[in-house]
């Protein structure tokens, strides 16, 4: 019988930055990190690719609309699993151009969205995600979290 393989989760996440300050949104009553600062993002469906994921994502979360040809892919960082869980591979895409108002669509799980001065993230960022952000203004395109 052949060795069953094990297996990652993917995510897509949305990194926004005007002049000095990228957005954040504020987790709650998700049962993950609920309290703390994240990004807007999301799981790649079955038959999903991590760009379109982003793209319907931000539309659900945020109301704004993205196009494939505004996204560069900035950082991809693979996560290792905190319990049972199974590990993660998670791409972090940054624009610079979208369209639409930023708004929170989902009030039921995000208690707020913000810009966040990049210099002085809230405290109660996720922290691999405020990794993700340092990597990505650092120029560095892969990184891994939770290993040691």
């Known amino acids: 019988m052949p060795k069953k393989r094990h297996h990652n989760i993917p995510a897509s996440y949305l990194v926004l930055f005007d002049g000095n300050k990228t957005l954040l949104s504020l ?3 998700t049962g993950y990190e609920d309290g703390n600062y994240s990004l807007v993002a999301g799981h790649v469906d079955p038959g999903e690719t991590f760009t379109d ?3 319907r994502e931000v ?3 945020s109301g704004i609309e993205l196009k ?7 950082h991809v960082m693979h996560r290792a699993a905190t319990d049972e869980n199974y590990e993660r591979v998670d791409v972090f895409f940054v624009a610079r151009k979208w369209s639409g108002k930023i708004i929170n669509l989902e009030p039921e799980k995000c208690a707020e969205i913000a810009w966040f001065d990049i210099d002085n993230l809230p405290k109660k960022t996720i922290p691999y995600v405020a990794q993700a952000i340092r990597s990505i203004l650092d120029g560095e ?3 891994e979290y939770g290993w040691e």
């Open 53 to 55: 994921c982003v793209i």
């Open 27 to 29: 987790r709650k009553n």
């Open 141 to 143: 395109y892969y990184s």
């Open 68 to 74: 494939r040809k505004d996204l560069k892919v900035a």
């Open 59 to 61: 539309r659900e979360e």
